[in-house]
């Protein structure tokens, strides 16, 4: 039974196809995007807005980047919990990141056990909603 929907947006196919794999044996349903602006427009098809439960986002990626993404994902899908996996840490980006309200900050190759329990533990908590 699936869990959830869970938006991978990455440029390198090797890393959505195995953050793929490792969520998708835990039950969630993965969709992918290659870049920034595929992520937007995977969102607004269907009834993705509503059902994606979690994003998790690349930085360094063509066309539309992780921060103009994940800048736009926080106006249009607020809601919507975001996670940075990214090959390239930088402390100050991280914690501006965090303070627009990116829930973690992983650093490539991410263990299978702690991407699973990030995804996981936002997944059971559930979306932002504000009232």
Not at 46 to 70: A, Q, Y
């Amino acid at each position: 039974m699936a869990k959830g929907k869970i938006l991978v947006v990455d440029d390198e196919q090797d890393v959505r196809d195995v953050i793929k794999l490792h969520l998708e044996s835990e039950g969630f349903n993965i969709l992918t995007a290659e870049n920034g602006e595929e992520a937007i427009k995977t969102l607004k098809g269907s009834d993705n807005m509503v059902n994606v439960g979690v994003i998790l986002c690349d930085i360094r990626m063509p066309k539309v980047n992780g921060v103009e993404c994940i800048d736009y994902l926080k106006q249009q899908a607020p809601g919507i919990p975001v996670v940075v996996v990214t090959g390239y840490p930088d402390a100050e980006m991280a914690a501006d990141l965090l303070k627009k309200g990116v829930k973690d900050y992983l650093v490539k190759p991410v263990e299978k056990s702690k991407l699973v329990g990030v995804v996981k533990k936002l997944v059971a908590a559930g979306k932002d909603i504000e009232l």
